[in-house]
């Protein structure tokens, strides 16, 4: 008992640095959003750019509900990230393995009744759908457009990933406060790069 009282008395006599700095620790998703968001726009040359960013979120998150285990977000956000770099690295281009990849897990899905699961989960089939057919078309849109149809498209992801991360669905919640970071960050950074252009 006197040993728990010392311990609760450290915690209360923390400074305010200490305080400040277990506050950060526990937002660690948002920093690593953050961080995700500065690499991504060194990048970029015009939003369209950002695209893939979009395309993969919904990815994911879609294959997550299909597994029905929202832990097995973050290998596959691992997995999507090795697997572009790999691409990249070869010369490929990633969207026919993507898109490919995206019909596959949304038949899938479909076939093992995602439909009938809760509405946030049946919802990732919709939104696989007008996230990823956004993606795509900004690709062949004009730097403008495309900038502005990518960054809608990250916002409109922001807002399901605050959604996902109130309710507690779908993905773990570090997932939706690491996504909801680097989406809104992004979508607004892009917004900023389309209009000085």
């Not at 695209?51 to 929202?70: D, E, S, W």
């Not at 973050?74 to 572009?84: N, R």
Request: glycine fraction near 10%.
């Amino acid at each position: 008992m006197v040993e728990m009282s010392s311990a609760q008395g450290g915690s209360q006599r923390r400074s305010p640095t200490g305080r400040v700095l277990m506050a950060v620790a526990r937002r660690w998703p948002t920093g690593l959003g953050l961080a995700f968001m500065v690499f991504n726009v060194l990048g970029l040359e015009d939003g369209r750019d950002a695209a893939l960013v979009v395309f993969l979120a919904a990815l994911i998150y879609l294959a997550t509900a299909v597994t029905g285990r929202p832990e097995v977000v973050w290998p596959l956000f691992g997995a999507s990230v090795v697997a572009v770099a790999v691409l990249r690295v070869l010369g490929l281009a990633p969207w026919p393995g993507l898109v490919g990849g995206a019909v596959c897990v949304a038949v899938v899905g479909l076939a093992a009744g995602l439909a009938k699961k809760p509405a946030l989960v049946a919802a990732q089939v919709p939104a696989m759908l007008v996230f990823g057919a956004a993606s795509v078309a900004a690709l062949s849109l004009s730097p403008a457009a495309g900038g502005w149809l990518v960054a809608a498209g990250l916002v409109g992801h922001a807002v399901l990933d605050v959604v996902l991360w109130l309710r507690n669905k779908v993905v773990a919640r570090s997932m939706a406060e690491f996504c909801a970071a680097l989406d809104l960050t992004l979508g607004v950074a892009i917004v900023v790069l389309t209009v000085s252009t």
